[in-house]
């Protein structure tokens, strides 16, 4: 999905990363993703994970877009069922040792 900043209204839940390849930032959210023990399930440009080790199943949806204006590939967080708190961990973990 192309994203342009200029003209989009919401992105609030948009992590910007330094790098201009979508194929390695996919690859690199899944890794992460495995590394921590969820459960993934990718769909093109959208990665979910699903963690079920806590009181309520938490899944994590992660979409990887190209922003235009940038010309850099961002990704778009969405909770979509569980816990707000452990979503944000979730996120904050696998963004941050994805290193993008």
Not at 3 to 14: D, E, P, R
Not at 20 to 37: A, F, G, S
Not at 81 to 98: N, P, S
């Amino acid at each position: 999905m192309v994203l342009n900043l200029q003209t989009g209204t919401n992105f609030a839940n948009l992590s910007v990363t330094s790098s201009n390849d979508c194929h390695k930032v996919r690859e690199e959210l899944i890794r992460v993703l495995l590394e921590q023990k969820l459960s993934v399930n990718a769909d093109k440009w959208t990665l979910s994970g699903k963690d079920s080790s806590g009181r309520v199943e938490t899944i994590v949806e992660l979409e990887i877009v190209w922003l235009d204006t940038l010309k850099l590939v961002g990704v778009r967080r969405r909770r979509l069922t569980g816990d707000a708190i452990i979503y944000k961990k979730i996120c904050e973990q696998v963004l941050a040792l994805a290193g993008l």
